[in-house]
């Protein structure tokens, strides 16, 4: 894991500059990391974004206590991971049972956060994995709902594939990987009307 210590470092940088206690934990891969707007995006919510580049499941797992466990009771927890196992050659059943890791570190530390897990995005450069992509998210769909009430899986994978059947590519870097501004504006519509506008409601 020592490959992933300077983005780690920045991570906890970022936690420990933050300016007020986040209710709001934005954790995982750099998709996360990359939003750079997201602090504007989710100002109300005092949002922290957590992310760290490259990072898989199981190093969400690794990294938790040092990154995130020191925040004080969130209100609401959203995680983007499992891009980056399917990438690394895992099959959809080993990213399940990272995923289910996960969720029990995740429990141990935030019993009554309200979770969110976006689900791993069509990109274009890993069109040759999408069959697992499609398999993973579904596994974990079905995991999530078999939890507790405050858990929830949010859908980013149907806004983000054409008609096709493949990745929009006006969503995407040049690199077809990571997310530019218009697919961050996809997925900052989807996180506030499924996740945190839902969130307030109740």
Not at 100 to 105: A, D, S
Not at 112 to 122: A, D, R, V
Request: charged residues 25%; contains cysteine.
């Amino acid at each position: 894991m020592d490959w992933y210590e300077e983005d780690v470092s920045a991570a906890v940088t970022e936690r420990m500059s933050c300016s007020y206690e986040p209710k709001t934990v934005f954790y995982g891969s750099s998709s996360i990391r990359l939003w750079t707007t997201l602090y504007d995006d989710f100002e109300d919510y005092k949002p922290v974004n957590l992310g760290f580049g490259g990072s898989t499941l199981a190093a969400c797992v690794w990294f938790f206590d040092r990154i995130v466990a020191p925040i004080r009771n969130p209100k609401t927890f959203i995680l983007y991971a499992g891009d980056n196992d399917l990438g690394d050659g895992r099959h959809p059943e080993e990213v399940l049972i990272f995923f289910r890791e996960f969720m029990i570190k995740l429990r141990e530390t935030f019993p009554q956060t309200i979770f969110y897990y976006i689900s791993i995005k069509p990109s274009i450069s890993r069109m040759e994995i999408l069959k697992e992509i499609i398999q993973t998210n579904k596994l974990i769909e079905e995991d999530i709902y078999k939890r507790t009430e405050r858990d929830f899986y949010v859908n980013v994978f149907d806004r983000m594939i054409g008609k096709d059947g493949k990745p929009l590519a006006s969503l995407f870097e040049a690199d077809g990987l990571h997310l530019n501004s218009d697919g961050y504006s996809v997925w900052k519509q989807i996180v506030l009307n499924e996740c945190l506008l839902k969130a307030k409601v109740h």
